[in-house]
T-cell receptor, first 116, second 113 residues
């Protein structure tokens, strides 16, 4: 089944304790993105990647890191989480530009993070 | 910078009736895509419909259709014959190639029996 998976789905942590949220897709997609969703703000793009070793900042990259060492994986790293990073996080992937459905993003199920 | 505005935080509609959700956006780009996503209580993001800016014809997907007014930068979603399963948060989104994505704040739609 074609899908984007995220782990963990729920996480409670404390301020300053490094964490990683994994994202993996099995559709051989070039493009991957991370978003956070907050009430009243919709989804905001954190980082995106157009291919292996190519990443770019979105609108809210502060406090986050990403890496794209393999095509299928795009982990989100919070080096020193703070309470304002409490949010619902989504990973998404899409095919390369020029392909059918190039603009359609496939979203993972979301990761709910609470930072105390 | 591109912005997306959904001016209706909440809406409700009776089952089987028609409802229209509003969305406006601001951009200086000429080539872009617009989307409506549905987010039910499960929190899964589900693509409802998409529109390429260079296409004048409005997109339709079964009971869902859009009214795309490029000059006015408006992209409304019409849901016909509303069903209880349409109850969800709906997000309007803008994509500038490559992959820069902006979402509106969302409209919570409740379909009443």
């Amino acid at each position: 089944e074609a899908q984007v998976t995220q782990n963990p789905r729920y996480l409670i942590t404390v301020t300053g304790k490094k964490l990683t949220v994994t994202c993996s897709q099995n559709m051989n997609h070039e493009y991957m993105s991370w978003y956070r969703q907050d009430p009243g703000l919709g989804l905001r793009q954190i980082y995106y990647s157009m291919n292996v070793e190519v990443t770019d900042k979105g609108d809210v990259p502060e406090g986050y890191k990403v890496s794209r060492k393999e095509k299928r994986n795009f982990p989100l790293i919070l080096e020193s989480p703070s309470p304002n990073q409490t949010s619902l996080y989504f990973c998404a992937s899409s095919p390369h530009w020029g392909s059918q459905g190039q603009e359609t993003q496939y979203f993972g199920p979301g990761t709910r993070l609470l930072v105390l | 910078a591109q912005t997306v505005t959904q001016s209706q935080p909440e809406m409700s509609v009776q089952e089987a009736e028609t409802v229209t959700l509003s969305c406006t956006y601001d951009t200086s780009e000429n080539n872009y895509y617009l989307f409506w996503y549905k987010q039910p209580p499960s929190r899964q993001m589900i693509l409802v419909i998409r529109q390429e800016a260079y296409k004048q014809q409005n997109a339709t997907e079964n009971r869902f259709s859009v009214n795309f007014q490029k000059a006015a930068k408006s992209f409304s979603l019409k849901i016909s014959d509303s069903q209880l399963g349409d109850t969800a948060m709906y997000f309007c989104a803008f994509m500038k190639p490559l992959l820069v994505m902006r979402f509106g704040a969302g409209t919570r739609l409740t379909v009443k029996p």
